[in-house]
């Protein structure tokens, strides 16, 4: 992975990753993503934000490959990979080109030892890929090199978030998409894992998805961010941007006017007043 740099807004030309007019049904009847595009350029970090439910997640199963195990189809729209339409593709497939997810939960092997979660992540690399790919990790995460041989399982969650961004690592994506990755973990540990996780970009220029409900911490290291609303991209731009804007600063910021924190019965009125929506 070698290093990028950044500008803080969408590159121009073709994107690494884009999503055309991507519609998902579950079931075949219940729509859970209608018409959402997006684009991820290399070496940047692009956030896709929103409540739970809005639809992320979903977004995410559809670019890996895998709506297929929760009853989920691709119903129309278009998904480029590297120039490559992958939308048909398998999830190992997906995986050989160069994308790979760190999924909510993280999803560890608990029964298996910090070293052997993170070989199963390159399982398609070589040896000397492998070793090399691992030495990278432990850099990254220094105390799991202490923890190599302890069981998943019984790590703390925050470094059972450092083993599944690894494990992600281990096979050297070009594109790595992060869903959820504060879920449940306290506040320091958050902020290790987004340090780190701005760092992939900064010094490896890696390029990242990061869906998040967490706007905050997202819009402080993106460079670019959509928002999802019921199944729909309703507001996007560069993180600065969206910063300034007032309804992204009330609704998902939780700040009103002269930075004071929005009340509980001014949110009530959020749907009426959400100015991207009327």
Same mark, same amino acid.
């Given at each position: 992975?070698?290093?990028?740099?950044?500008?803080?807004?969408?590159?121009?030309?073709?994107?690494?990753?884009?999503?055309?007019?991507?519609?998902?049904?579950?079931?075949?009847?219940?729509?859970?993503?209608?018409?959402?595009?997006?684009?991820?350029?290399?070496?940047?970090?692009?956030?896709?934000?929103?409540?739970?439910?809005?639809?992320?997640?979903?977004?995410?199963?559809?670019?890996?490959?895998?709506?297929?195990?929760?009853?989920?189809?691709?119903?129309?729209?278009?998904?480029?990979?590297?120039?490559?339409?992958?939308?048909?593709?398998?999830?190992?497939?997906?995986?050989?080109?160069?994308?790979?997810?760190?999924?909510?939960?993280?999803?560890?092997?608990?029964?298996?030892?910090?070293?052997?979660?993170?070989?199963?992540?390159?399982?398609?690399?070589?040896?000397?890929?492998?070793?090399?790919?691992?030495?990278?990790?432990?850099?990254?995460?220094?105390? $799991? @090199?202490?923890?190599?041989?302890?069981?998943?399982? *019984? !790590?703390?969650? #925050?470094?059972? /978030?450092?083993?599944?961004?690894? %494990?992600?690592?281990?096979?050297?994506?070009?594109?790595?998409?992060?869903?959820?990755?504060?879920?449940?973990?306290?506040?320091?540990?958050?902020?290790?894992?987004?340090?780190?996780?701005?760092?992939?970009?900064?010094?490896?220029?890696?390029?990242?998805?990061?869906?998040?409900?967490?706007?905050?911490?997202?819009?402080?290291?993106?460079?670019?961010?959509?928002?999802?609303?019921?199944?729909?991209?309703v507001l996007d731009g560069t993180c600065e941007? $969206? @910063?300034?804007?007032?309804?992204?600063?009330?609704? *998902? !910021?939780?700040? #009103?006017?002269? /930075?004071?924190?929005?009340?509980? %019965?001014?949110?009530?009125?959020?749907?009426?007043?959400?100015?991207?929506?009327?």
């Open positions: 992975m070698l290093k990028t740099s950044t500008t803080g807004e969408q590159a121009p030309g073709a994107a690494l990753l884009s999503l055309h007019n991507l519609q998902v049904l579950y079931g075949g009847t219940i729509e859970a993503v209608r018409d959402v595009s997006l684009e991820v350029h290399a070496g940047r970090i692009v956030a896709l934000l929103g409540s739970n439910g809005a639809g992320k997640s979903t977004v995410l199963k559809a670019l890996s490959g895998v709506l297929d195990a929760e009853d989920g189809e691709l119903e129309k729209g278009a998904i480029l990979f590297d120039g490559h339409p992958i939308e048909t593709a398998s999830a190992e497939r997906i995986v050989q080109m160069g994308m790979v997810q760190v999924p909510e939960g993280r999803r560890l092997f608990a029964s298996m030892s910090v070293e052997e979660n993170l070989i199963v992540g390159a399982h398609l690399q070589d040896r000397g890929t492998l070793d090399e790919a691992r030495d990278f990790v432990y850099k990254l995460f220094p105390n $799991l @090199r202490d923890r190599r041989s302890q069981l998943a399982g *019984y !790590l703390s969650g #925050g470094e059972q /978030q450092m083993v599944a961004i690894g %494990r992600a690592l281990m096979s050297r994506p070009k594109v790595m998409a992060l869903d959820e990755p504060s879920l449940g973990l306290a506040p320091k540990v958050v902020s290790e894992i987004f340090a780190t996780i701005k760092a992939l970009r900064d010094s490896a220029g890696l390029t990242i998805l990061l869906v998040e409900q967490n706007a905050k911490r997202a819009l402080a290291i993106a460079d670019y961010a959509y928002i999802m609303e019921n199944g729909r991209v941007a $969206l @910063r300034r804007n007032a309804d992204v600063r009330e609704f *998902y !910021l939780g700040l #009103g006017a002269g /930075q004071k924190r929005t009340s509980m %019965r001014d949110a009530k009125h959020y749907k009426r007043r959400k100015r991207w929506l009327s």
